[in-house]
């Protein structure tokens, strides 16, 4: 594991919190490709942690929305119960 998947080792301990990788993450976006560029799918990331799946999905569906400009979209919700991780976020 790299160091960006574990933010300590309590918390792996206390919560199992490890962070999954880019590379990981993408292949796995790949495998539901069209529903990533679907502008009115909608994901819930209940583990969202610091958004390794979510901000890749705003990528790809604001590449849709450039190209077909006009369509506003709120498409995503985000649970998250522990502050340290919500830190690196908007």
């Known amino acids: 594991m790299s ?14 919190e490890v962070f999954t990788p880019d590379f990981i993450v993408n292949d ?7 529903e990533t560029e679907r502008i009115e799918s909608r994901f819930l990331e209940p583990a969202c942690g610091d958004g390794n799946f979510l901000a890749p999905i705003l990528e790809r569906k604001l590449e849709v929305v450039n190209m077909i400009r006009g369509q506003g979209f709120n498409l995503y919700y985000r649970l ?11």
């Open 28 to 34: 796995m976006l790949d495998l539901i490709k069209n």
């Open 80 to 90: 998250k119960l522990r502050p340290p991780n919500t830190s690196n976020l908007i």
């Open 3 to 16: 160091p960006n998947q574990i933010k300590s080792k309590k918390r792996v301990r206390d919560y199992g």
